[in-house]
């Protein structure tokens, strides 16, 4: 079923040339373990080379106009638009996921890119009223924004080529080059944009992938002087390794979540189910905006756990290439296992299980628990999988409280027909996005979007990303003989 033909090899790619190194590996299919593809690995030399072409793209980056800039954009979004189909055929080999969820996540990524390039026009500093303070008589200033040169990229497994062009395109319209070190389990898509974007004409240099030893490498580029910023998106211990060890580098982090859904009794209770089962099952889980505790007021729970676990009932799960199948397998068999036993630890500590079970390899079924209890890890912390945890309140600011007793702090939504109710819950819900009468799943790409507390720090959203890639300058002068 699978559309792989024959094993494609995949070299690194930097100063606008493929490498094909000593090391090679392969990557499976993680629903099957079928090959699908070799790719090189390359070590801390390899690294040393791709920063110093950076370098080397970084000023040919910064040398164009923000037209140039642009245009390079448009060019790389139409020769994807063009290929979308291929884009998501190379994502679901290296995640697994449904076919259909890679297609989606493809036309994500070209408005991403479409976002990028619109940007990069926009780019502009602000004039300052200087004489707004006393000792600025007869000054006059403006702002305009620098790139900062050479950006390190970090990215996860899960979304790994939107992840990725959430940070390469901001980079690129700032006019920044990237040295990117994708996931070593999914750094196909990586692979694959750095062929289109030769056709694309970009300079060289200015988009670099290096794949191997994940932490060896992502710890090199975190610590080599000549790299300006690092954007990471992944879990927290890494996000904080990194934090720590990027000195006065900028750091961009986006890392976990466990995130909540609130449905008030005056809720549309079919909407709400409709998208819980989106937001808690889609990609199996595996997105750091998953939906992974629910909060139905105890009026509705009822009613809303018997439509839930019937809509979630009739998921189907199979084979990625299988057009009908909306669940396939996590990223690893050991992902699926560290997950089933934190189903099974919630269940021995008093939950009940309403749908799900038992895993089969890499997949484990959509799987709703109710009445999970709050120490259990599947209430604290982030499970990554596709589990749901349904627990009943009685009172709104309750339901506030629990939602934000968790160290993560990245989007939260509620559902409800009272709009003075859903925005006294926006105010007081401690993440970077509330959703009214929408789950946190959802993300359109040009909209700001990142975390608090545990979940991370700076925004994503091509126009947001951009001012953290680039440098602020002030210009002051003196006007005329005052
Ligand atoms: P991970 O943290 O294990 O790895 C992420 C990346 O960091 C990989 O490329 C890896 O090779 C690299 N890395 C590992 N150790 C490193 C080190 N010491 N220094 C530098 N780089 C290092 O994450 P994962 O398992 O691939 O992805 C899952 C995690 O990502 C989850 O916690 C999820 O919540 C998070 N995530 C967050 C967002 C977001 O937008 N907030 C989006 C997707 C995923």
């Known amino acids: 079923m699978s559309r792989v033909q024959a094993m494609e090899r995949y070299p690194l790619f930097f100063g606008g040339e493929f490498h094909e190194t000593p090391q090679r590996s392969t990557i499976f299919l993680p629903f099957d373990g079928s090959p699908v593809a070799q790719i090189f690995a390359g070590d801390a030399a390899t690294m040393d080379h791709a920063i110093a072409c950076a370098v080397e793209g970084a000023k040919l980056m910064a040398a164009l106009t923000n037209a140039e800039r642009s245009e390079m954009l448009f060019r790389l979004h139409a020769l994807m638009t063009a290929e979308t189909e291929d884009f998501a055929q190379v994502i679901t080999n290296e995640t697994g996921k449904p076919i259909k969820e890679s297609r989606g996540e493809a036309e994500r990524t070209l408005q991403t890119l479409l976002s990028s390039a619109i940007e990069a026009r926009n780019l502009h500093g602000e004039v300052v009223p200087m004489e707004a303070a006393p000792s600025a008589r007869g000054k006059m200033a403006m702002t305009v924004r620098e790139p900062l040169g050479v950006i390190g990229a970090i990215t996860p497994f899960n979304v790994p080529l939107n992840t990725a062009m959430h940070k390469i395109g901001p980079a690129l319209a700032g006019g920044n080059a990237v040295v990117h070190k994708p996931s070593e389990e999914t750094p196909l898509s990586a692979l694959r944009l750095a062929q289109t974007m030769v056709r694309a004409g970009l300079p060289k240099g200015a988009y670099n992938v290096v794949c191997g030893d994940g932490p060896k490498l992502g710890q090199q580029l975190v610590a080599d002087p000549r790299v300006a910023m690092i954007t990471f998106t992944g879990s927290v211990p890494v996000g904080k390794a990194i934090r720590a060890a990027a000195g006065l580098k900028r750091v961009t ?223 002051c002068w003196k006007t005329g003989l005052i």
Not at 319 to 340: C, F, G, N, Q, W
Request: net charge negative; hydrophobic share 40%.
């Open 253 to 475: 982090l986006e890392l976990g979540g466990n995130c909540a859904v609130i449905i008030e009794p005056d809720a549309d209770i079919d909407l709400a189910v409709a998208r819980c089962v989106v937001g808690s099952f889609s990609h199996s889980g595996q997105l750091c905006i998953s939906v992974q505790r629910i909060y139905a007021h105890a009026a509705i729970a009822h009613a809303f756990i018997d439509k839930f676990t019937a809509a979630t009932l009739k998921l189907r799960g199979g084979h990625p290439y299988d057009e009908l199948s909306d669940y396939s397998s996590l990223i690893t068999e050991k992902a699926a296992m560290r997950v089933d036993s934190w189903i099974e630890e919630a269940i021995a500590q008093g939950a009940r299980r309403l749908t799900g079970g038992p895993r089969k390899g890499a997949t484990i079924p959509p799987t709703i628990l109710e009445n999970v209890p709050l120490t259990s890890k599947l209430a604290c912390q982030e499970v990554f999988g596709p589990v749901v945890a349904v627990n009943r309140y009685t009172d709104l600011q309750e339901a506030i409280r629990l939602t934000n007793d968790t160290p993560f702090g990245l989007q939260a939504g509620i559902f409800t027909r009272d709009m003075m109710r859903a925005f006294d819950a926006a105010h007081k819900l401690k993440v970077g996005g509330v959703m009214i009468n929408e789950v946190p799943t959802f993300r359109a790409d040009h909209m700001p979007y990142g975390g608090v507390k545990e979940s991370g720090q700076g925004r994503e959203g091509p126009r947001y990303a951009i001012e953290e890639m680039t440098e602020l300058k002030l210009i």
